[in-house]
């Protein structure tokens, strides 16, 4: 007769789980089938002629490296390439490391009822779609809007001044999740350390720069990593503002790889474009699952608090 | 932290900041009261017509796809997840560590960027449609659905599991009626998760939804802007309906389950 635990399943090393296998394969064909199997067919359709429409829609093939010679002469590629560095730079790094944390920081100081507004106003600004959030910005920035109403009404503050515009819109809708993460890492610093540290005749900037921040290095840089990641999917923020434009000047990769394929027409193309975003992403989130790991470990023994 | 009395600076850069970050959300409750709306941020000639227009006809089926899409998203991600969860939780599953460390890796790879691809599945197989792009927004939301509810299933103690186990219970009983009434937070916030990714996601309906009949709140609104005679008061309106449902069920959970709800974060797409 089976023992107890056997039966359910967490018995003896050897014996197979089919059981197990088996709860898990619904999930397993989702992922493989809807996830990694797209993974696969970009980087083949990436190296086709494949078009939207027209003859090649139907009837394309294996074009070898043709797409690739096109890519590295394609001069709009390369300044999509700076403009989503500068894009990236300009939303997620200023957006965690500067408004995220001085969210963070001062709310630790402020009086209460202060601290749950500015909590819920960041939250709802993270929380809104991504189209709500676009129109937002798009009807504060355009002309006779909000933004243009303090500069005398008649500026097109979007036109003029895409990037910024769009970079600021990304913080917006994303400083309320540093806050939360970054809140979160502040109040997990003993109160000993800070203690300590003031015994010391530290000022308060000494101690934020000589022990608060080397305490938070982890949570900023996985905070970092997730927001960047959060910000390159949720382009549809960036799109919907913009489309890429004016004269190219917002046309981030991910921008272009759409507008490629679906207005351009050349899915091939297009697929190709959206594989470098994917390597870029793979790099982003393999660090990001490296820079978590050590985060557990210490969690898991917590004997190393100083 | 001990308790000093609040000083001035803090909360006065504060408050500049909470009003920046209100700044832009003023001109949508304003607009969609104003009879005389446009972009311009001011006091509204009272009116209720705006939520009154957009309550009905092509706005509420709009409303309406876009439940079924996120409706169909959470299904696919939270039923095939919590038995996957449990497997992973409970189970001896080969390879487990690498399994659950490609699945937070997953969960840092945005699909909406491989939109190309799975457009063109989609064409092939004849699927573009509301119910199939739901199962993809579904599968998307997935490994982060995995992962929360993971960690809720390895909170269970097993001796609960055991003692159903005692009572002669199979394995689909006591997953319903021991493992997932004990680890709803985890499971309602996988769900969560999911309604509102699909809830709120743009380039995938618009890409693969070809049926203009189908077309979610996203893309109505987005028709709306991009209309030559803009409906100013209409548009904000409609917004402010359309995502006032993400909002409640946001602050209502994280009210119900304080604590790490949504922090793991992962990337909407």
């Not at chain 1, 434009?245 to 921008?255: E, M, R, S, V, Y």
């Not at chain 2, 390895?154 to 680890?183: C, F, K, N, Y």
Request: proline share 5%; net charge neutral; glycine share 8%.
């Amino acid at each position: 007769m089976k023992s107890r635990r056997a039966s359910l399943g967490w018995g003896s090393a050897e014996t197979p789980d089919g059981i197990g296998l088996l709860l898990l394969l619904p999930s397993i064909v989702l992922l493989v089938a809807l996830f990694l199997l797209p993974v696969g067919y970009a980087f083949y359709l990436g190296l086709t002629n494949i078009q939207l429409i027209g003859i090649h829609a139907q009837h394309y093939w294996f074009t070898g490296w043709a797409n690739i010679d096109r890519l590295l002469g394609d001069e709009t590629f390369w300044v999509s390439l700076q403009l989503t560095a500068v894009f990236l730079i300009g939303s997620a790094l200023i957006g965690v490391t500067v408004v995220g944390m001085a969210l963070a920081l001062l709310m630790q100081h402020a009086s209460a009822w202060l601290r749950s507004l500015a909590g819920a106003v960041a939250i709802v600004a993270w929380m809104l779609p991504p189209v709500s959030a676009a129109l937002i910005w798009y009807a504060f920035s355009t002309t006779g809007g909000t933004l243009s109403q303090l500069f005398g009404g008649r500026a097109d503050i979007l036109d003029n001044h895409p990037m910024l515009i769009v970079c600021l819109a990304n913080v917006w809708a994303t400083a309320g999740f540093s806050m939360m993460v970054l809140s979160a890492g502040l109040r997990g610093i003993s109160a000993e350390v800070l203690e300590a540290a003031r015994m010391e005749n530290a000022s308060r900037l000494q101690v934020f720069i000589f022990v608060t921040l080397p305490l938070m290095k982890q949570t900023i840089l996985t905070n970092l990593l997730l927001v960047t990641l959060i910000i390159l999917a949720n382009y549809a923020l960036t799109y919907i503002m913009t489309a890429g434009g004016p004269n190219d000047a917002t046309n981030i990769l991910p921008i272009y790889a759409y507008q490629q394929g679906f207005q351009f027409s050349n899915l091939g193309y297009g697929a190709l474009l959206g594989d470098v975003l994917v390597v870029i992403s793979t790099v982003f989130a393999y660090l990001y699952v490296r820079a978590l790991r050590p985060a557990r470990a210490r969690r898991a023994a917590p004997a190393v608090t100083a | 932290m001990t308790e000093q009395p609040p000083r001035l600076l803090p909360n006065a850069l504060l408050a500049i900041v909470t009003l920046a970050f209100l700044a832009p959300m003023l001109w949508l409750a304003l607009a969609s009261l104003d009879a005389n709306a446009s972009w311009a941020l001011r006091w509204p000639v009272f009116t209720l017509a705006h939520f009154a227009d957009v309550t009905r006809g092509d706005y509420l089926w709009s409303l309406w796809n876009t439940f079924v899409l996120a409706a169909v998203a959470t299904v696919t991600s939270v039923v095939p997840g919590v038995v996957g969860a449990y497997a992973l939780s409970r189970r001896r599953i080969p390879l487990r560590d690498g399994l659950m460390v490609t699945v937070l890796f997953l969960t840092g790879i945005p699909v909406g960027i491989m939109i190309i691809p799975v457009f063109q599945i989609f064409a092939e197989f004849g699927w573009l449609s509301l119910i199939p792009t739901g199962i993809f927004l579904g599968a998307n939301s997935l490994p982060f659905a995995l992962w929360l509810m993971k960690t809720a299933i390895d909170g269970v103690p097993r001796e609960m599991e055991e003692a159903a186990a005692i009572e002669r219970a199979s394995l689909l009983q006591t997953i319903l009626h021991v493992v997932i009434p004990v680890s709803i937070p985890g499971i309602a916030s996988a769900a969560i998760f999911s309604f509102i990714n699909a809830w709120g996601s743009f380039i995938v309906p618009l890409v693969l939804v070809s049926d203009p009949s189908q077309a979610t709140g996203p893309l109505t609104i987005y028709g709306l802007i991009a209309a030559a005679n803009v409906r100013y008061g209409d548009i904000a309106a409609f917004s402010i309906i359309y995502s006032l449902p993400v909002v409640a069920l946001y602050l209502i959970l994280s009210r119900a389950f304080s604590g790490g709800f949504l922090m793991g974060g992962a990337v909407k797409g």
